[in-house]
């Protein structure tokens, strides 16, 4: 199952969410709340489902 994986808008480097999800189900929560801990600026980043996008990368799940 891919990840839904955000974007750094200081580093604009990938942050996993650890959330796992398939594209349907993703499609009935674009509007949920999501509060990432960015692991390269180190600050939280605000947004919804809808800003992120789903990724199959296996090393990101990897990052801290
Ligand atoms: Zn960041």
Redesign the pocket.
């Known amino acids: 199952m891919p990840q839904l994986v955000f974007r ?4 604009n ?1 990938p ?1 996993p969410s650890g959330i796992v999800s398939g594209k349907s189900s993703l499609q009935q929560t674009l509007d949920t709340p999501i509060s990432v801990r ?6 939280m ?1 605000h947004g919804t489902v809808a800003d992120g996008y789903l990724s199959d990368e296996p090393d990101l799940t990897a990052s801290p």
């Open positions: 750094c808008p200081y580093t480097q942050i960015c692991p390269h600026c180190g600050f980043h």
